[in-house]
């Protein structure tokens, strides 16, 4: 079955630049690089009860397999097409007359610069054939349009389908604190034995001689520090500044 391209295009009157433009354009350029990969090219003003915006062309831009819109002169008609296109996010290709500003909201998409003459003609088939083949090979369509629909729509999907994970893992925050408590428990019970243990070996040390001050201070130190950590730096602290006393008074004897 022969697949369709739809030609969104400036017209104008008979006998216009405007018309001989356009024509020089689908007869030069498109017609022979769309007939060599299937496709038979369709006009506005080729068609049957033709004007303005007409029930049959509105159908000819959704339905069509493929749409090259020619936004030379920034015909008003032209973008309108072109948006309703848009919105169906089907394969469109983009050509323009020369190297002209486009309008911001569809600057960002490739526009396929041509000429009329001989070789502008056929380096802009090359393009289009390029462009063809992305398209044949079934690459994602982007437009501005397309882009924000999708954003949408993943964002419905996310409500919808992972309401249950996004629950999962609400709970699963919800409990950080109290694992955290859990986990400060048990630091704070392992902490505290390996403390006693080395307190038991300080007075297992000393068991049959007098405990040093320096030592009495470590033992008062690891007690304050299972009990109080805050209180148990401060002791740390102060057996810092005795023993740096002791060090000091043994310099000034030798």
Known sequence: ???????????????????????????????????????SVVRADKMANSGLITKAIIEQIITADLVIADLTGNNPNVFYELA????????TIQIVKGEIDIPFDVANMRTISYETTLSGADAAK??????????????????PV????????????????????????????????ENLKVLESNIEARFSQM???FIETIKSEHTNEPIKPEDKLLEM?????????????????????????????????K
Do not use: W
């Open 195 to 197: 403390l006693s243990a």
């Open 84 to 91: 309703i296109r848009h919105s169906y996010r089907k394969p």
């Open 221 to 253: 130190f690891m007690n304050n520090l299972m009990s109080n950590p805050q209180k148990g730096i401060q002791s740390f602290d102060a057996l810092m500044k005795l023993q740096e006393k002791i060090d000091s008074s043994q310099k000034n004897q």
């Open 126 to 143: 090359k393009e289009i054939e390029a462009a063809l083949k992305s398209i044949e090979d079934g690459n994602s369509v982007h437009n």
């Open 146 to 177: 397309s882009e924000v629909s999708t954003l949408l729509n993943i964002s419905a999907n996310s409500t919808e389908e992972n309401a249950e994970v996004l629950s999962t893992l609400l709970l699963e925050v919800q409990q950080i604190p």
């Open 1 to 39: 079955m022969e697949k369709v391209c739809f030609m969104i295009t400036p017209i104008g009157k008979e006998g216009s630049d405007v018309r001989k433009n356009a024509d020089e354009v689908l007869d030069y350029i498109v017609n022979p690089i769309c007939k060599e990969y299937g496709y």
